[in-house]
Each structure stands twice: as structure tokens, then as C-alpha cells.
């Protein structure tokens, strides 16, 4: 009976012998194998999350702007004057980074009245603004007189300034082309007297983000045609 005792008692501890260096070694290993590939997905999926949350915003950003710089060029027209000569063109003012026209369709009423307004990129504030002047009226006819300059800006008070959009980093934001298409003025100056009134198409570029080399920044271009002229 003793020596199946200890017999039994030895089997017992040989089996409580533990894990060898080599397989504790093995083990952490592993372990750490296993961390590291779960924290590199935890730290991509992140950073995913991350730029489809920039991206979002800038696509946001640029789409609410040119939505608004879109509706409001196409009701772009001429301003008919009450002495019967000819209409003031409806572009005052053209640039790549700034635009002044008239439009005959106020779209912040239900009324008909015309409107001066002006668009606006500020690559150093990096903006794009909107700007509008009322019209005077002519006694009790429906001619209306507005403050004219062939300059970038005007002296006159506007009735509304607002910001359409920030976060843009676009240096150029319209281009403009005749009816047969063929590009007017240039790059870097304002549109002649001339090339103002065979605007017929307005191209607009927005992009949006936190600088020129930002890969999440969005870019949305649209091309406006002027039924009105």
C-alpha cells in the first residue's frame, strides 16, 4: 500500500512540473504579436474615421457654397434703364477671384426686385463672401439705379454681407467663356469692358480644407449657364 502511495504521489507531482523558459518565451511572442495587430487596426481604423469625418466637412462646406453661387449667377441679367437706352450688362465687375452682376430675381423675396450682388474669394482669409446692394428706385416706374464702379470693390453700403463659405483654400474660383466658348480675359487680371458683355458661362472651383496639400480637402467645380443674357 506504501509504494502505490508514493508511487501515485509521484505521478501527481510530475504533472505540476509547470511550462518550460522555452514555451513561456514562445508565449509572450505570440502575445505580443497579437497586441501589436490589434492596436495598428485600432490606430487605422481611427485615423479612417478621422479623414472621413475631414472629407465630410469639406465636402459639406464647398457644396452649401456653390449651391448658393450657383442660384444666384443664373439669374444673372441685364438692368434696363428708364431712359430707353441701352440695358447696363449685367456684369460690372469679373476677376477670377470676384464677381459683381445684377440679379433680377431676389431670391430672398417673393418680390421681383433687382439686386446688385457681388461673390467673393479672400485666398488669404480664405473666404468666399456674398455681398448685395438694393436698387434705388426711379419715381414709381420699375427702373431701379445701383452704385457702379469697374473697380474690385464698391463705396456704397450693402444691404447683406455674408459668409458662404471658410476652410477654402482655392486661389482662383470663376472663369469665364463667350457663347462659342472660347475662354475671355486672363488669369490674372480683371475682365475689359468688352469681354464683360460676352460673359455667357460662368465656371466656378471650390476647394475646401485646412491647406493646398491637405489630402482630405474636397474640390467641386460646376459650370453656370446664363439663360437670361
Same mark, same amino acid.
Given at each position: 500500500?506504501?509504494?502505490?502511495?508514493?508511487?501515485?504521489?509521484?505521478?501527481?507531482?510530475?504533472?505540476?512540473?509547470?511550462?518550460?523558459?522555452?514555451?513561456?518565451?514562445?508565449?509572450?511572442?505570440?502575445?505580443?504579436?497579437?497586441?501589436?495587430?490589434?492596436?495598428?487596426?485600432?490606430?487605422?481604423?481611427?485615423?479612417?474615421?478621422?479623414?472621413?469625418?475631414?472629407?465630410?466637412?469639406?465636402?459639406?462646406?464647398?457644396?452649401?457654397?456653390?449651391?448658393?453661387?450657383?442660384?444666384?449667377?443664373?439669374?444673372?441679367?441685364?438692368?434696363?434703364?428708364?431712359?430707353?437706352?441701352?440695358?447696363?450688362?449685367?456684369?460690372?465687375?469679373?476677376?477670377?477671384?470676384?464677381?459683381?452682376?445684377?440679379?433680377?430675381?431676389?431670391?430672398?423675396?417673393?418680390?421681383?426686385?433687382?439686386?446688385?450682388?457681388?461673390?467673393?474669394?479672400?485666398?488669404?482669409?480664405?473666404?468666399?463672401?456674398?455681398?448685395?446692394?438694393?436698387?434705388?428706385?426711379?419715381?414709381?416706374?420699375?427702373?431701379?439705379?445701383?452704385?457702379?464702379?469697374?473697380?474690385?470693390?464698391?463705396?456704397?453700403?450693402?444691404?447683406? @454681407?455674408? /459668409?458662404?463659405? !471658410?476652410? $477654402?483654400?482655392?486661389? #482662383? =474660383?470663376? %472663369?469665364? &467663356? +463667350?457663347?462659342?466658348?472660347?475662354?475671355?480675359?486672363?488669369?490674372?487680371?480683371?475682365?475689359?469692358?468688352?469681354?464683360?458683355?460676352?460673359?455667357?458661362?460662368?465656371?466656378? @472651383?471650390? /476647394?475646401?480644407? !485646412?491647406? $493646398?496639400?491637405?489630402? #482630405? =480637402?474636397? %474640390?467641386? &467645380? +460646376?459650370?453656370?449657364?446664363?439663360?437670361?443674357?
Amino acid at each position: 500500500m506504501t509504494r502505490r502511495w508514493r508511487e501515485l504521489r509521484r505521478r501527481l507531482l510530475a504533472e505540476e512540473r509547470g511550462i518550460s523558459l522555452v514555451e513561456l518565451i514562445v508565449a509572450m511572442t505570440l502575445s505580443i504579436l497579437i497586441l501589436t495587430v490589434a492596436g495598428s487596426f485600432l490606430v487605422s481604423a481611427q485615423r479612417a474615421s478621422v479623414t472621413a469625418r475631414a472629407v465630410n466637412d469639406n465636402t459639406r462646406t464647398a457644396a452649401a457654397a456653390m449651391n448658393e453661387m450657383t442660384r444666384i449667377l443664373r439669374s444673372a441679367t441685364n438692368n434696363a434703364v428708364s431712359t430707353g437706352d441701352e440695358p447696363q450688362y449685367a456684369f460690372q465687375y469679373a476677376s477670377a477671384t470676384s464677381v459683381r452682376f445684377f440679379s433680377y430675381v431676389n431670391t430672398d423675396s417673393t418680390a421681383s426686385r433687382p439686386v446688385l450682388v457681388q461673390l467673393t474669394l479672400d485666398p488669404v482669409r480664405r473666404s468666399i463672401t456674398e455681398t448685395k446692394w438694393a436698387g434705388t428706385q426711379v419715381g414709381a416706374s420699375d427702373y431701379y439705379t445701383f452704385p457702379l464702379a469697374s473697380t474690385p470693390s464698391l463705396s456704397a453700403t450693402p444691404v447683406l @454681407t455674408r /459668409t458662404l463659405a !471658410t476652410s $477654402v483654400v482655392s486661389t #482662383r =474660383a470663376f %472663369t469665364f &467663356t +463667350n457663347a462659342a466658348g472660347a475662354p475671355l480675359g486672363s488669369i490674372d487680371a480683371p475682365l475689359s469692358a468688352t469681354d464683360l458683355t460676352n460673359v455667357r458661362r460662368v465656371a466656378i @472651383t471650390i /476647394t475646401a480644407g !485646412t491647406d $493646398v496639400s491637405d489630402r #482630405r =480637402a474636397t %474640390t467641386l &467645380t +460646376n459650370s453656370v449657364s446664363l439663360a437670361n443674357l
